[in-house]
């Protein structure tokens, strides 16, 4: 088995706010944070727009009666993409709010054990369903393609609005890298299914080993190599542009990282069984806290080369300062 050590990484993309242990990006890595906006902030920005949408909904209906220049359909298009997107903000705030209202009374009945209230862990492991994973990037992929429809439409039928059209073309060249994504995640699901990953101590101690068992994913004969990765990550939200063209996003940096490769030899002694996991975990990283916003947490992803279909999987592991 091969191991691979990998910390203090130098890369041109690097956040300087971390400091001297400065940690590289991860692209197209899953994300704990739903949203930058969360709490009551997440409320107040939803309520306006569950607001638009039901109005825009009921002109689609024919409830309110305004000038309608372009058919319904394509209105009520408009007037879900609203609507969903004020509701999702408003479940999103008062989850969040219910959350940190448990975590702060929790906390100070117990103060010394974060680990019993700082997520919501299943001591004997963790799951990671591929099936999940595919219907979210399936979720995304559909509301990409359903907000480029009503610019279509527009766009080729009503005079000298043709710039909505091919604007509305180059949106959905892009937005093809989700069903690119949604067809991989698909093709990993039928062929290796859902993944577990069984802790063999809860939780885990910074400056102690982290000892687990991955159930062996169907078709395992189909990896070439298997990378067992143990990752801290930290999420950011970073805000670019100025103005109106400022945005913000969820980004993951890579505090710490640690590898072990399994070659098509070592894993065939596994076929059908668990395959063990073990890292050391340095004492001076971050602890977990996943009820923060932005949140810092321990993973490890699992990741099989094949030249059929690659496998991938992330796991959560409960890493803590020692009681």
């Known amino acids: 088995m091969t191991i691979t050590f990998t910390r203090g990484i130098t890369d041109p993309t690097l956040d300087p706010a971390l400091g001297a242990n400065s940690a590289p990006i991860l692209e197209n890595h899953p994300t704990q944070s739903a949203t930058t906006i969360n709490g009551w902030g997440a409320v107040l920005f939803g309520v306006p727009f569950l607001a638009v949408g039901v109005w825009i909904s009921l002109a689609a209906l024919r409830v309110v009666n305004v000038s309608k220049p372009v058919p319904d359909a394509v209105i009520g298009i408009f007037g879900a993409l609203f609507f969903l997107s004020g509701a999702f903000f408003l479940i999103h705030g008062l989850v969040g709010v219910a959350r940190k209202w448990r975590y702060l009374r929790a906390a100070a009945q117990r103060p010394g054990e974060p680990w019993l209230y700082d997520f919501h862990w299943h001591q004997e492991g963790v799951a990671f369903s591929a099936f999940d994973a ?11 393609s359903a907000f480029l429809v009503p610019f279509f439409w527009i766009g080729l039928n009503v005079r000298g609005a043709m710039i909505f059209a091919i604007f509305a073309s180059l949106f959905a060249l892009a937005g093809l890298a989700f069903w690119y994504r949604w067809l991989q995640m698909l093709a990993d699901l039928i062929r290796y299914g859902n993944s577990f990953l069984s802790y063999d101590s809860f939780p885990y101690s910074l400056g102690g080993t982290l000892r687990a068992r991955l159930r062996a994913p169907h078709h395992m004969e189909d990896i070439d190599a298997l990378t067992l990765t143990l990752r801290c990550v930290q999420e950011k939200y970073v805000t670019t542009g100025s103005g109106q063209n400022r945005s913000t ?54 990741c099989g080369n094949s030249s059929k279909i690659n496998y991938e999987a992330y796991f959560l592991v409960p890493v803590y300062e020692a009681p």
Not at 138 to 143: G, Q, R, S
Not at 265 to 287: N, S, W
């Open 249 to 302: 996003r969820v980004v993951s940096y890579e505090i710490y990282k640690e590898e072990a490769t399994l070659d098509r030899e070592r894993l065939a002694g596994y076929a059908g069984a668990e395959i063990p996991v073990e890292f050391h975990v340095p004492a001076d990283q971050p602890t977990t806290n996943l009820a923060s916003a932005p949140p810092i947490y321990w993973e490890i992803q699992a």
């Open 134 to 144: 595919m219907i979210g990037r399936l979720v995304a992929a559909l509301l990409w």
